[in-house]
């Protein structure tokens, strides 16, 4: 098929979901898998537009899939980590005037001439440690495929709404690769647990051996790895900004830009603080350190620990996210 064409029966489609109004069957908590043939994991598909704010459809891709889901539904929400790692394949609604340039080449291409203030569907893509960016030509065929084969499910009946732990299971629709007739199958049964992570192997960066002799230091230190609108043109990776301040006085230690998929290089950055000190403060190690990022006190604690620094993690430091809009604001205005 013709990407044309794909882009075509793909608004078609999306058409014909929107105009279903699913989400009055299907809350925000319900769920259903999507297994697509001689293909390992199961997508896990999410329809949007129960609470009244947003319309579409997620599909939460990857071994992790479930995780992630029962993040984005936490009264606290996605903390950076989940953000970063999720693999999510989707469209919701929008006005047309918000699309990006690559958004509204897709529907044009498809044959629609919508006006600024029409709602339309924002096709989205993200994968892991990378920007959320306008889905490749093989996605948007994955993409019909799934939707074909849900408006499919649901003419037939055979599509309920069911919560990820439902005793019953859920909905899983079994698809082959075929986006005018994916259909093989629908049967209820329960989502297999994420397989259990493997034992943490913990990095000795080349810095440690310096730290038994640094002095303590009567200070408690907040340290995150930041979402910052920034990229490097023709590299899909997000930025994250290493950031390290002072509690009490407020005094930011450090701030370092790294790429999302490159956060050894926080830990490399935080031990030669210790070090060093930096420009405005003296070496040592703080008697705590507050982590908002829960992947990097994961790989720092089993060091720090034992040297006398309690390592703690919230998901959100609001001093932290202070000076990340401080930061942000001066990009916008230097």
């Known amino acids: 098929m013709k990407y044309v064409d794909i882009l075509s029966h793909l608004l078609q489609a999306t058409e014909q979901f929107f105009d279903l109004k699913l989400w009055h069957r299907f ?34 891709r990857g071994p992790q899939a479930a995780d992630m889901f029962t993040a984005m539904l936490s009264c606290q929400g996605p903390d950076e980590d989940t953000i970063n790692a999720t693999d999510l394949l989707g469209f919701s609604l929008s006005p047309f005037s918000q699309l990006n340039r690559k958004g509204k080449t897709i529907l044009r291409k498809g044959g629609l001439t919508p006006g600024p203030r029409d709602q339309v569907p924002c096709f989205l893509a993200k994968a ?15 993409l019909l495929c799934i939707l074909r084969g849900l408006l499919e499910a649901h003419d037939q009946g055979q599509l309920e709404p069911a919560e990820l732990m439902d005793p019953q299971g859920i909905c899983f629709l079994t698809l082959r690769e075929d ?27 080349s810095q440690v051996s310096g730290l038994k002799a640094l002095p303590p230091l ?38 370092l830009p790294i790429f999302a998929d490159q956060a ?3 830990e490399d950055a935080l031990f030669d603080l210790f070090i060093t000190g930096g420009d405005f403060h003296p070496p040592g ?15 720092v604690s089993p060091i720090l620990e034992p040297m006398g620094v309690t390592c703690t993690y919230q998901a959100s430091i609001p001093q932290l996210n202070d000076v990340v809009e401080s930061f942000i604001e001066h990009m916008n205005n230097p």
């Open 179 to 205: 986006p005018l007739a994916p259909l093989v199958s629908v049967k209820r049964q329960c989502w297999n647990a994420s397989p259990s992570a493997e034992p943490q192997t913990i990095r000795m960066p």
């Open 285 to 299: 190690l703080p008697k705590a350190i507050r982590f908002s990022s829960s992947r990097l006190r994961a790989a």
């Open 27 to 60: 809350t925000n908590y319900d769920c259903f898998a999507i297994e697509i043939e001689n293909q390992n994991a199961p997508l896990l598909g999410v329809i949007m537009g129960h609470a009244g704010e947003e319309y579409g459809l997620n599909l939460f």
């Open 218 to 255: 009567d200070a408690t230190w907040l340290a995150g790895l930041l979402s910052v609108p920034m990229a490097i043109e023709g590299d899909p990776r997000a930025m994250k900004l290493f950031l390290v301040v002072e509690e009490k006085r407020g005094l930011v230690l450090t701030s």
């Open 264 to 266: 050894e290089e926080a």
């Open 128 to 142: 892991p440690n990378c920007l959320t960016d306008v889905p490749e030509s093989w996605d948007l065929k994955l």
